[in-house]
């Protein structure tokens, strides 16, 4: 069993910035991919980013390439993304998860089937 917990959501301005952490203090990360998925409210979940195991892989939705960065640290057992020039449409609960079956590959990172567990979420909230 892996519990996954979100943190660094908030209400930020149009243009601002968050950095978000997943973490689990009871299994290390290290060996498996994780990624980042967000759902709107009235709307289906939706891939935002993922990393690979070892961290030198990274993929993006293209709604976020060029704002979001995945990155991990797996000696403090922790995920980040950090989101950059954040619109209203960002809002959403963010979540991360993670597959215990190794990928690569942008269809196989952002299927989210393929991810075994998830986190509670975080949610991010962006004014105009």
């Known amino acids: 069993q892996m519990r996954l917990v979100e943190s660094g959501g908030g209400l930020v301005q149009a243009g601002g910035s968050l950095r978000l952490s997943c973490a689990s203090s009871e299994r290390p990360f290290r060996g498996y991919a994780m990624g980042w998925f967000r759902q709107a409210p009235g709307q289906e979940r939706e891939f935002v980013a993922a990393?690979?195991?070892?961290?030198?892989?990274?993929y993006y939705a293209d709604s976020v390439a060029g704002r979001f960065a995945i990155s991990r640290d797996n000696a403090k057992n922790t995920v980040y993304l950090q989101i950059n020039s954040l619109k209203p449409e960002d809002t959403a609960v963010y979540y991360c998860a993670l597959q215990i079956t190794p990928a690569q590959g942008m269809a196989l990172m952002s299927d989210p089937l393929r991810y075994r567990y998830w986190g509670q979420g975080t949610q991010v909230t962006v004014s105009a």
């Open positions: 990393i690979s195991s070892s961290g030198d892989s990274t």
